[in-house]
């Protein structure tokens, strides 16, 4: 009688491990015949490769080709010219400052918001998001308007010989605007999902806060925080709008690379905008493949 039961047993198993592999067959033979078939796949496909031609490959081949038009001489005199290296050492001047201040505040706001309990967390994590909400150029103009020759402060500004519009203080203060939430960002879902136990366990054991942070927090975030320190910098390097509005658009002093590409379109010299333009493509490049690298590691180490 037990070997009947144990053979029934064996059966009804097998039945619906065979049932399990059926209805997983099954599932997705019913989305390859209704939603997946051969002619809608192909077409999709089809769909988003011409998409991505005409949106990024094209785009890439006429920067490249028109920057290299007039010969090789002629590029390298358009990206050597005193002007674009002074565009190109304000920009990346700009995103180092911008890159470090957003690490330190994005990793204090993220611990704080995810970490502590206080009144007003809500109007923290809604103040970190307003740069995306906020147009790029209405942030310029308010700091015009904060910092300008009409605001109450311009007076003490002017006393003490700061700068704000129209000058590099306000080309970094404009990049660091629309670029702090990246961090945070990126950081704050990985705290929230690790939880606070570790830490409350370290901190009863007599660890201090640094201690905490370094041996613990640090560990947990530090690939996603690498990840936001790439978007932050690729955010930078691009900004244009509030970067326009604080600049002035005075060449070689508060001109950042896509403010000279503009300058340049704007005085007809197309081969030259090119030129310059295809520096920006190789930083995105770089970045690009920086940001691969650091999400492959990350996820192969979490």
Not at 215 to 220: A, E, G, M, R
């Amino acid at each position: 009688m037990s070997t009947i039961v144990k053979k029934r047993s064996g059966v009804s198993a097998a039945k619906k491990q065979e049932k399990q592999v059926i209805s997983r067959e099954g599932n997705i033979s019913i989305h390859e015949d209704t939603k997946g078939s051969r002619a809608v796949k192909y077409l999709l496909i089809g769909i988003s490769v011409v998409f991505l031609f005409v949106m990024l490959v094209l785009p890439l081949i006429t920067v490249v080709t028109e920057a290299f038009k007039k010969g090789v001489s002629a590029y390298l005199d358009a990206v050597g010219d005193p002007d674009t290296l002074s565009a190109v050492r304000l920009t990346l001047e700009a995103t180092v400052i911008a890159v470090i201040i957003n690490t330190v505040f994005g990793v204090f706001a993220a611990w704080a918001v995810t970490k502590f309990r206080f009144k007003g967390k809500k109007l923290l994590v809604t103040l970190i998001d307003l740069p995306v909400t906020v147009s790029p150029i209405i942030a310029g103009l308010i700091y015009v308007l904060t910092f300008g020759r009409q605001s109450a402060i311009y007076p003490f500004l002017e006393e003490h010989g700061l700068e704000v519009v129209y000058a590099v203080p306000g080309i970094i203060l404009a990049t660091v605007f629309v670029t702090f939430p990246f961090i945070s960002r990126e950081i704050i879902p990985v705290l929230e999902s690790q939880g606070t136990d570790e830490e409350e366990a370290a901190a009863m054991m007599g660890a201090k806060g640094f201690t905490i942070f370094r041996k613990i927090t640090l560990p947990h975030i530090k690939w996603a925080l690498l990840y936001g320190i790439v978007l932050c910098a690729a955010r930078a390097m691009g900004e244009f709008g509030a970067v326009s509005v604080l600049s002035g658009h005075l060449r070689g002093k508060t001109v950042t690379l896509p403010l000279h590409v503009e300058i340049l379109f704007g005085d007809n010299k197309f081969m030259p905008a090119f030129a310059v333009s295809s520096i920006l493509v190789v930083l995105a490049v770089v970045i690009l493949i920086i940001r691969s690298v650091v999400e492959y590691i990350g996820k192969g180490r979490g």
